[in-house]
């Protein structure tokens, strides 16, 4: 059992002094640090269902990249960060100022001037990111835009060779792996840029095991903090700065163009699907290779 105690550490002394036993906060210290005490953040670790073969596609995603970053083919993790509304909206965090500012003392949408849904493009194996800012809903269709745009102005230049991009992303939202309309977007991206794409699911409740939400939108969220978003090109410029010791960097773009959410699927698309998409044998659900076709 874990034994914690919410008092600190003068509040220690004014309990122990009551029983007549006078120590310092120093000894205080002394006393929890010999019985293993020592502040700790809750960890979100408890699994809160049981996902049937969660370990099979961990173990097939490890295998995807490991052939893929043997071959230097690009391994891209996707993922839309939470929206954000523009204004002088108060923001979690600190940052330095040579005063204290001022925001809107409540976060209400109706006065706010817009808003933005980040959506994010990690290379996994070149430490890059991507940010797209949005200024409409958070589609597929958005979502395939904004690969598209990243593949066509950069990533084709890195990666010349390439015949097949490795997507790794989440099971739900914009890109879920039961969705159809995700594969027949899927499938228009694939033919548009001539090239295949290995899609990989995380099973769910493993979002956190996504590679963007540590090693690029942690990033985001520390330049963004105590910021408030005054307008979206000011959001770009301020993500363009994201950087760590480590080489990463993030190139960021508005996508200011209107999507629409519940757009009906192709008629055709179910029965001509087998012609583009290959699913794997043992775990279908979250694996499948998309062909661009003749």
């Known amino acids: 059992m874990v034994k914690w105690t919410h008092l600190d550490r003068r509040q220690i002394v004014d309990l122990l002094a009551g029983e007549g036993l006078k120590v ?18 809750l960890l979100k670790m408890n699994d809160m269902k049981q996902v049937e073969q969660r370990n099979e596609q961990f173990e ?10 043997e071959q230097n083919l690009p391994v891209l993790s996707i993922d839309t960060k939470k929206k954000e509304m523009l204004g002088n909206f108060h923001r ?27 959506h994010g493009i990690y290379d996994v194996n070149a430490n890059k990111g991507y940010m797209t800012l949005g200024t409409s809903s958070d589609t597929s269709e958005f979502v395939c ?24 992303c989440d099971g739900g939202g914009s890109n879920a792996s039961a969705h159809y309309i995700v594969k027949q ?17 995380y099973p769910p409740y493993c979002s956190k095991y996504n590679p963007i939400e540590h090693r690029l939108f942690s990033q985001v969220s520390r330049t963004w903090q105590g ?11 301020l993500t363009d700065t994201t950087a760590t010791t480590t080489g990463l960097t993030v190139a960021t773009t508005i996508n200011a163009k209107n999507y629409a959410t519940k757009r009906p699927l192709d008629q055709n698309f179910k029965k001509d699907m087998g012609r583009f998409i290959t699913f794997d044998e043992k775990i279908p659900k979250w694996n499948y290779l998309i062909k661009p076709g003749d």
């Open 24 to 41: 310092s906060r120093y000894h205080v210290a002394q006393m929890l640090r010999v019985r293993g005490y020592k502040k700790r953040k």
């Open 60 to 69: 097939k995603i490890g295998c995807y990249r490991s052939v893929f970053t």
């Open 92 to 118: 979690a965090g600190q940052c330095y100022s040579t005063a204290t500012r001022r925001v809107n003392d409540h976060d209400f949408s109706s006065f706010s001037d817009g808003r933005i849904v980040p």
């Open 145 to 168: 835009d904004n690969l598209r745009r990243v593949w066509v102005e950069h990533l084709q230049f890195h990666y010349p060779e390439a015949d097949t991009i490795l997507l790794l």
């Open 185 to 201: 977007d899927l499938v228009k991206l694939a033919k548009s840029l001539g090239i295949s794409i290995l899609v990989a699911h």
């Open 227 to 237: 910021v408030p978003f005054c307008n979206i090109q000011f959001v770009k410029e």
